[in-house]
Structure formats: structure tokens, C-alpha cells
């Protein structure tokens, strides 16, 4: 079965930068479809970024502009590349997937296959 590892959380300043990777082992189905969501404490869960089969990307409105999901099959590995993060993106991010593919980020967790999260403080 697949299974997803993220890695690259950490502390950044606001402003600056860090990308995250999601490698993706196991049963790996080039029809999957993949994502980003994240979660504050005390905070709602919220979608934050998906990228198709045909790598159409969808982003929530605070993060565009800023945040880029990209993903490379050679390497079997999902980016999210944060850029000018602020202080509310401080959250744990989760990777995503699923053979569903949802149109803009509103269904993302309907995908799933999960990773473990990785912790991102911004300040």
C-alpha cells in the first residue's frame, strides 16, 4: 500500500522560505492525485494546495501567490515550497493522496492516504 513520509518542517523566519518533500513508497499508482492541508491548534483544518495527474494545481486563497505545489515522479516526491511565509501559516502540515483528484481544495480530505505531518513554526 502507499505510504506517504513528509519532511523539511522547522522554524522559519516571516518572509522567508522552506520546502517541504512528501515522498511517496509502496504500491505507487501514476493516477494518483495529491495535496497539502494543514492544522493550527485551535484552529480548523484547512486545504491548502492539490496537484492533479496532469500537475493542474489548486491553491486556498491565503497561501497564493506565495505557496507552490509540485511534484517529480522520478523521484517519487510532493513539494510544497513556501515562500514569504507569515506567522498564521504556523500549523502542521499533512500530505495527501488518493485516486480522487478534487477540483480546487475543498474536498482535499476526502483523500485517504495520509502522512504523519510535519510541524511548521513561522515567526
Known amino acids: 500500500h502507499v505510504q506517504l513520509v513528509e519532511s523539511g518542517g522547522g522554524s522559519v523566519q516571516a518572509g522567508g522560505s522552506l520546502t517541504l518533500s512528501c515522498v511517496v513508497s509502496g504500491n505507487i499508482d501514476s493516477k494518483l492525485c495529491f495535496g497539502w492541508f494543514r492544522q493550527a491548534p485551535g484552529k480548523k483544518r484547512e486545504g491548502v494546495a492539490t496537484i492533479g495527474r496532469n500537475r493542474t494545481t489548486y491553491y486556498t486563497d491565503s497561501v497564493k501567490g506565495r505557496f507552490t505545489v509540485s511534484k517529480d515522479n522520478a523521484k517519487n516526491t510532493v513539494y510544497l515550497q513556501m515562500t514569504k511565509p507569515k506567522t498564521e501559516d504556523t500549523a502542521v502540515y499533512y500530505c495527501?493522496?488518493?485516486?480522487?483528484?478534487?477540483?480546487?481544495?475543498?474536498?482535499?480530505?476526502?483523500?485517504?492516504?495520509r502522512g504523519q505531518g510535519t510541524q511548521v513554526t513561522v515567526s
Open positions: 495527501v493522496a488518493d485516486a480522487f483528484c478534487a477540483y480546487g481544495v475543498a474536498d482535499i480530505f476526502a483523500y485517504n492516504i
